[in-house]
């Protein structure tokens, strides 16, 4: 990789990046493409580093991250490539004469993955601080598509109605047309998704995309941060640009003072891009997801989960409760099984006073160690809930643990919802969690925690930090080491991301944790257009929506909720012990099913048949193809017209089997499928209103 005509080419097979570079200008991303010539584009405008200092601010005045002043000034310095195993590591050198600072992007990718990581490292070359306001991660105009025919994809999100994705032209969207050539000068407005606090997803997903409806070029990004981001788009004179960035002064009362020497490092955020349209984005994003995640047994076991808490024990297991639960979860084919909330509680009102996590006398007389025992006797991995990051007002642990070692403003503790929120930079907080964790892994077995986080404190603490921002940001950055050091110490313990369903559903946190709960909705007809939306998000293989059957539904409502889990992490929940036989046959069908497809599922890319789903569509589908197979999931809600035509374009032009997976002891839907078109047509006749079937489809020749 040589600069040639003022460009660098970094890249491989399966991605071109092409960077225009200068001595006295700033250096931006002309073309991203998977792979191969681009098509000749104008050289970049949009900065790739935006770097926001109050004494210079921006170079036109606007609520926005394109054309900060520093940015413009940040001219190449040079480059250098480098191999690091499967990753082509690229290394962008910059400098900004008038404040001295640095700033190194970093970007790497994985051979054959048409996705890049990015992160950006500003270092005070200076002999006085520099005051940061934001830095960006990365930003870049979507070239080569004109504003007309790009649409955006976001997504808003919040307890129990979690990835709410849509689709819409960028004018649409808040981007109009102003004529910006008329006036010779860039807009200013913007259209912006920005998270605050400590759910990352509380709010919206720090995944988005822009895709053009004309050429087919489609970019899919996510902020992987388990804290405050923003992302935005808006226009140029050149087009639309996108800018990626972690906490900010503007969003999230960030700032960090850098004396002479020191450095900061944003955020990393990921960036995949295709010339097939958004199918094309979502497939290499999902390939470099696979590629950042940390190595562990649980990504290719992939166990089938039982909690017993959605819509079963509530929050209130005993012994009497859980061993006849234990013995139809094993019954039904599950291999963990967690205690979900209450286990460590004597008193029954339990939300303020947790913090020493030791297990409750009065729930189980004989001790806890009885039912992880029963579990383990069962051929299962014991588990446990988990809420390692706050501290009940009424718990002894709220006395024990110095002020210093909470998030604090102004020298006062910050309490949420009865609860104090540890400090995760300070020792004491670490050691806690960490003789919390051990005990419960080294002493009862624990080989499972869901952990759960059901506060959000704010913007932060301004103890020992430059800001709440800065305090914060430092907080999740200490949070993800606590995570690396419980699995490097317990390298076989699973963990279950989950925080009041996915309101934290980030990739710094799915890199190291190994299933995400993406939901807590208890209705079973508002579960799939979560469990369908999903996997452009999350992983298939660890994608785990609830399925939790009950004695008192139909067969059709029981395989319904059970189909809402196939097609990912199965997780199941329910009254199995009290079902009957049949019932029971039914879930441990659905079991089987699961296991013989989940190899599949782990090397799967998703599709959406009938675009991504809207919150109340009366049909939703999701397809996962892996090499030759396709697993076709459909559910059907009131409000359903009698047929249903599906768009499996991958699959045109070849006769195929079809067959029902799931479930076969009930009628069958009617299917017709038009090779030459490439669809499907299903008609479920006299099924009821709320009724799902899962399909596997294959090419004969």
Known sequence: MKPTNTSVVWGHDCLRVVLDVSPDGPVGVRSLSPGGPAAPRPRATQPLVELLLPGTGRARSAHRFSQTAAGRGLAYRGCEQSRDGVWHVLRMDLHDAASGLDAEVFFRSADGVAAFQVWTRVTNRGEEPALLLAVSSFAACFAGAAVESTDVLRADSEWLGESRWTREPLRAAGVPDLNLPRHAQDGRGVLATVSTGTWSTGSHLPTGGLADRESGQAWL??????????????????????????????????????????????????????????????????????????????????????????????GDPTTAKLLPLIEAAAAAGAEVFCVDAGWYDDGGAWW????????SQSRFPRGIEEVLGHIRALGMVPGLWLEPEVIGVRSPMADKLPPEA???????????????????????????????????????????????????????????????????????????????????????????????????MDYAMLSRMHLQSTSDQQDPRLYPPVAVAAPL?????????????????????????????????????????????????????????????????????????????????????????????????VWRRPGAAAALRLELPHLAGRPIDLGVRYPRHLPSWEHAWDPAAGTLTLAPGDAEPLSARIFHLRPTQ
């Open 221 to 314: 990004w996510q902020i992987e941060h388990n804290g405050p981001w923003r992302w935005e788009v808006g226009e140029r004179l050149d087009g639309a640009y996108v800018a990626l960035l972690g906490p900010t002064d503007l969003d999230h009362q960030w700032e960090q003072t850098l004396a002479p020497g020191e450095s900061f490092t944003t955020v990393p955020v990921s960036v995949a891009v295709s010339g097939d349209g958004f199918d094309g984005a979502a497939a290499a994003l999902t390939a470099h997801r696979r590629a950042i995640v940390r190595p562990h047994p649980d990504r290719e076991r992939l166990p089938v989960v039982f909690n017993d808490y959605m819509n079963t024990l509530m």
């Open 352 to 359: 303020d006073s947790v913090g020493e996590w030791q297990p």
């Open 406 to 504: 909470f998030l604090q403003r102004g020298g006062v503790r910050l309490a949420e919802h009865g609860r104090y929120h540890l400090d995760l930079r300070h020792p004491r907080a670490v050691a806690h969690l960490d003789q919390v964790v051990d005990r419960l892994v080294e002493e009862l077995g624990v080989g499972y925690f869901k952990l759960d986080y059901n506060i959000d404190p704010g913007v932060g603490t301004d103890l020992d930090a430059g800001s709440a921002g800065a305090g914060l940001l430092a907080h999740n950055r200490a949070h993800l080491a606590w995570l690396d050091g419980v699995l490097d110490r317990h390298p076989q313990l699973i963990l279950e991301n989950c925080a009041s369903g996915a309101m934290r």
């Open 537 to 633: 998000s999350v992983l298939p293989e660890q994608s785990a929506s609830w399925a939790y059957p009950q004695p008192g539904m139909s067969d059709e409502e029981i395989a319904f909720t059970l189909c809402t889990g196939m097609l990912g992490r199965l997780y199941l929940s329910g009254r199995l012990d009290a079902m009957s036989a049949a019932q029971l046959d039914a879930v441990r069908d659905a079991v089987r099913v699961h296991k013989e497809m989940r190899a599949g599922l782990a090397r799967a890319v998703p599709l959406w048949p009938l675009g991504l789903p809207r919150w109340d569509d009366p049909w939703l589908a999701l397809a996962l193809r892996a090499g030759d197979d396709t697993y076709l999931g």
